[in-house]
């Protein structure tokens, strides 16, 4: 609209945490960390299944999917959410963050996974690395 001033947006990210996983904590200081810096953030919260993210990222029409994977079920439900996005012809980048050993990430990336963030990244990383898939 007219005579509103434009935001300065980085881009629009879903974040989501998926299967049962309950643990949100991480998700959820990422979200303020992303918002702070300028994006746009959708959170769905908790006990998602692969369609409801896609859809909802084909709803939302965000740039980036970030999904949060503590669990152990990484490489069931990541893969899972990248073809759900697949099959309604949705093409954005799906982040993964969370607790991902090293000699996963091969079949992560393999799978679709754009990028993999570790309890070991920095917000900066964090930010950066967001950036630039939005790119």
């Known amino acids: 609209m007219s005579g509103e001033p ?3 947006r980085r881009g629009r ?3 989501a945490k998926v299967g049962l996983d309950g643990h949100d904590r991480g998700v ?13 953030v959708i959170y769905l919260g908790l006990f998602n299944s692969p369609d409801g993210v896609a859809a909802a990222a084909r709803d939302e029409d965000v740039d980036i999917v ?3 994977m503590l669990s152990g079920a990484h490489l069931t439900l990541a893969p899972a ?8 012809d949705v ?3 799906v982040v ?4 991902v050993p090293d000699g996963d990430l091969t ?10 963030l570790t309890p070991g990244s920095s917000t900066d990383e964090i930010v950066a690395t967001l950036e630039g898939l939005c790119r």
């Open 13 to 15: 990210i879903l974040l």
């Open 81 to 88: 959410v990248v073809d759900a996005l697949r099959q309604i």
């Open 107 to 116: 079949e992560l990336r393999a799978a679709g996974i754009a990028a993999v």
């Open 6 to 8: 434009e935001m300065n």
């Open 91 to 93: 093409d954005v980048p």
């Open 28 to 40: 959820k200081v990422v979200a303020r960390t992303l918002r702070d810096a300028g994006f746009e």
């Open 96 to 99: 993964v963050g969370g607790i």
């Open 66 to 68: 970030g999904i949060s």
